[in-house]
């Protein structure tokens, strides 16, 4: 399991997002809204409505599953109700439990059909947005964050 | 302006090859995105294995397209999604243009769609008095210059970073910058305000499962989310060959498509999207509708040869691969779909005579079919189609001369003659300046290889 965690954790920080591994998920969170020093934070648990959410810094979900190999966070709509949250802030907090992290692309779309019916939406995230549409050149958060936070709770 | 027609690719490409500032960057951009697929692909043991259950997947598909179409549609209704049918270019526009003026639509965002391109659906959308908004950056760079795309995923690689910033500084009102960070963050504003005003959102899809009634979607920016989640309607196009069987399948294509086409393990997201919400008070639009493009394609399907055309999954690999592409670009072939997938397509949806150039727009190389994710075999298509374009074409003086050459060729005796002849002649008769023109003739040896080999 710690070698999952730690390839997730390598996958993330290879598309240039942030992941730390705690036990304490809260406590970090808590520092990182700080350390950003952001006035306003929105939740999927407990979303703005949709045209409000322009206007926020921080934008704060979970995720359903992960996957190592690419270092990517699923989000199904029959927990994630409100994914723009994710999206639309210049900056996005995810935190996960270690247990949901699975090895594969492959694991992940087995899990997404397993003994159910397809959620309507489901996004899979890898890092912060990102086009290299004028000269090639890698810019990061065009329509989407700038900044991609993965906290993965490791007691979980 | 630059809206280039496929009758004219010789001029097209002369005017190409003259644009030193166009080749510079065609040579960036193919070389970049070749070298990044090449590592892509190295860095999966199984890459062929992939490649090939990709085409099997791709043919199990189009050798029984209706039913997996049938299936298809029915499990996207039965997850509240409404299923139009389409045969042309202009009976797809119309039904969209329907949509949109029921629901009063003003503004419509969209996401980038090879489709709608195909059917100038932004035309008729700005003729039935809406304002279309491209939102991919490329895209909206381009829409904004008011030129058709370049290349299959970056439609603005002909376009330098000083052309860009004179073109925000005119269109959108922005200080003149070198940063590149700083044009793209006023689209961002730009863009932001007019997804926020958006009553519909179109958008194109890369794969549609039949098992499930899934659209999927892949995309590096983020617009496609914002076009498929703000507005309160999806419209989503896709040619009828975008079915795959079964949900398990993508991870072959999403392991194919990606390291193609940016040389990237995934691209930043994916939209897996099945029907309609669930609750009313979820995100997401209210209304989906897709519509099924068919517009020539089943004529593609009809001929064994040509049905592996629609097994391409538009990642632009040959594109970059094209010794021609890489020296002409995108604009040159007149059409949406360049290079040579795009020399084999557009002859077929735009009918033969109208891009009777473009299956000739290639030394039949072999590179594109090396670098096809679904191993599409393009040589064996273009010299399909130029099969079918010979009998009609060629000056009577070339059919002549082949005749000749057949029956020299067929003949040890009139072979011997000929290439006495030709020793002596090749120093006092001109040689064809069409045939010199772009190849050096070498001088005939004065000793024949049979000389040779006798005198030994």
Not at chain 1, 50 to 78: C, K, M, R, W
Not at chain 2, 230 to 236: G, K, V, Y
Not at chain 2, 400 to 421: D, E, G
Request: aromatic share 4%.
């Amino acid at each position: 399991m710690t070698n999952r965690i730690d390839r997730f954790k390598e996958s993330v920080e290879s598309v240039a997002g942030h992941c730390i591994v705690t036990t304490d998920a809260t406590d970090v969170l808590k520092q990182i809204l700080a350390d950003l020093n952001v006035q306003r934070v929105a939740s999927s648990d407990n979303p703005p409505n949709a045209h409000d959410i322009f206007n926020f810094d921080v934008g704060i979900s979970s995720a359903q599953a992960a996957i190592a190999e690419t270092g990517t966070l699923v989000l199904d709509s029959a927990c994630e109700r409100h994914r723009l949250v994710s999206l639309v802030p210049p900056v996005h907090i995810a935190i996960i439990n270690a247990s949901t992290i699975v090895e594969t692309l492959s694991d992940a779309l087995t899990l997404l059909q397993k003994d159910k019916e397809i959620s309507p939406a489901i996004t899979f995230i890898t890092g912060p947005s990102r086009t290299a549409d004028i000269e090639l050149t890698l810019t990061i958060g065009v329509h989407g964050p700038q900044e991609l936070y993965v906290i993965v709770d490791s007691s979980k | 302006m630059n809206h280039l027609s496929s009758e004219t690719f010789k001029e097209n490409a002369r005017a190409a090859l003259a644009d030193v500032q166009l080749r510079g960057a065609l040579k960036n951009a193919t070389s970049l995105f070749g070298e990044r697929r090449k590592e892509a692909a190295a860095s999966l043991p199984n890459w062929e294995e992939l490649r090939t259950q990709a085409r099997a997947i791709k043919d199990e598909v189009l050798s029984d397209l209706d039913r997996y179409l049938k299936e298809f549609v029915r499990n996207a209704e039965s997850r509240g999604a409404v299923v139009h049918r389409a045969r042309d270019a202009a009976e797809a526009n119309s039904i969209i243009c329907g949509l949109a003026k029921e629901r009063n639509a003003r503004v419509i965002v969209k996401s980038k769609s090879m489709t709608t391109e195909e059917t100038h659906l932004n035309d008729a959308l700005e003729a039935a008095g809406m304002q279309v908004v491209e939102t991919d950056l490329g895209e909206y760079i381009i829409q904004l210059a008011n030129e058709p795309p370049s290349h299959i995923i970056a439609p603005a690689i002909h376009k330098t970073r000083q052309q860009v910033s004179e073109l925000f500084a005119t269109e959108l009102g922005m200080p003149p910058t070198d940063d590149i960070a700083q044009m793209t963050s006023t689209a961002r504003a730009t863009l932001r305000d007019r997804f926020a005003a958006a009553d519909v959102g179109i958008s194109g899809v890369n794969f549609a499962i039949a098992e499930t009634g899934t659209l999927v979607i892949v995309e590096n920016e983020g617009n496609i989310r914002l076009t498929t989640s703000l507005p309160r309607m999806h419209i989503a196009m896709m040619g009828i060959e975008k079915v795959i069987p079964r949900f398990a399948d993508l991870d072959v294509f999403l392991k194919l498509l990606p390291r193609s086409g940016t040389g990237q393990r995934l691209t930043t997201y994916q939209s897996f999207i099945t029907g309609t919400k669930r609750d009313a008070a979820d995100e997401g639009p209210d209304e989906l509708h897709i519509v099924l493009l068919d517009n020539g394609r089943s004529r593609m399907l009809a001929h064994p040869v040509t049905r592996q055309s629609l097994a391409c999954i538009r990642c632009g690999a040959c594109l970059n691969a094209c010794p021609v592409y890489q020296q002409v670009g995108g604009h040159a072939y007149g059409s949406v779909y360049p290079g040579p997938i795009g020399a084999v397509i557009t002859p077929q949806l735009m009918g033969i005579e109208k891009a009777a150039q473009l299956p000739f727009a290639s030394s039949l190389c072999g590179a594109c079919r090396d670098v096809c994710p679904v191993k599409i075999d393009i040589p064996q298509l273009l010299l399909h189609l130029r099969a079918e374009i010979s009998p009609r074409k060629g000056s009577t003086a070339e059919r002549l001369a082949f005749k000749v050459w057949a029956k020299v060729m067929t003949s040890p005796s009139l072979y011997k003659l000929s290439s006495i002849a030709g020793r002596i002649l090749q120093h006092v008769m001109p040689i064809s300046r069409a045939w010199t023109s772009g190849r050096d003739l070498r001088p005939i040896e004065s000793k024949s290889f049979h000389d040779l080999w006798s005198n030994d």
